[in-house]
């Protein structure tokens, strides 16, 4: 697979409530990683430590990594550890740009307001 490329129209800067360690997750308004089916703020790309500012990427063509395999155009929610799946009755965090054959693979997805 090629490396997918993104565009993010939006970065937020936010204040990681517990330690982020795993880049390219959903990340929830709180700061925490989002809640499996929970609306999310947006992705990071990177790391954070409890209390420091963290980029998220909110809208535009960011990346995210599957947690499963997911169709492309298929909507996205976010699983237990913020990562996409399928859309099965959470919140829709956007729209696959791309297929993932399995779960920790990057996709980008699409996110409007």
Request: zero cysteines; glycine letters at 14%; aromatic letters at 4%.
């Amino acid at each position: 697979m090629s490396k997918p490329t993104f565009h993010p129209l939006l970065t937020l800067t936010v204040i990681a409530a517990a330690a982020i360690t795993k880049e390219r997750r959903f990340i929830g308004f709180d700061g925490n990683t989002a809640a499996a089916g929970a609306k999310a703020l947006g992705t990071n790309p990177v790391t954070a430590a409890a209390g420091e500012a963290m980029p998220v990427d909110s809208h535009g063509v960011i990346l995210v990594e599957a947690g499963a395999a997911v169709a492309r155009g298929a909507q996205v929610q976010g699983d237990a550890d913020g990562r996409a799946i399928t859309l099965a009755g959470g919140v829709s965090n956007g729209y696959a740009l791309a297929a993932a054959a399995a779960a920790g693979e990057l996709i980008p997805i699409v996110r409007g307001i």
